[in-house]
Nanobody
Framework: VQLVESGGGLVQPGGSLRLSCAAS????????MRWYRQAPGQEREWVAG???????VTADSVKGRFTISRDNAKATVYLQMNSLKSEDAAMYYC?????????????WGQGTQVTVSS
């Protein structure tokens, strides 16, 4: 299983970014996908999730600004981030959980850095 995030960078407050997470090594269309973020000195925080059928859920802190989506043909999950705020600055991670026998194992990408600054 491999998850590779991209699309992070420096953006001004109020700006937009689209993060991508390219997945491989498992049947992407059969698993829910999630985005998390972690700012320095803080715990990792769940941001958004998307189910197999496309049902989405987002954290209250980003609701109305962030949108998660997936392209099963490309085995990629996206996070469209609009109206970015300074408090959105963090390392953003892609996540999935794969059932392996009787164990469900989480997998993480290496992260992509989002910096929000003027």
């Amino acid at each position: 299983v491999q998850l590779v995030e991209s699309g992070g960078g420096l953006v001004q407050p109020g700006g937009s970014l689209r993060l991508s997470c390219a997945a491989s090594g498992f049947t992407f269309s059969s698993y829910a996908m999630r985005w998390y973020r972690q700012a320095p000195g803080q715990e990792r925080e769940w941001v958004a999730g998307i189910g197999v059928g496309g049902y989405t859920v987002t954290a209250d802190s980003v609701k109305g600004r962030f949108t998660i989506s997936r392209d099963n043909a490309k085995a990629t999950v996206y996070l469209q981030m609009n109206s970015l705020k300074s408090e959105d600055a963090a390392m953003y991670y892609c996540n999935t959980e794969i059932r392996e026998g009787v164990v469900t194992r989480p997998y993480w990408g290496q992260g992509t850095q989002v910096t929000v600054s003027s």
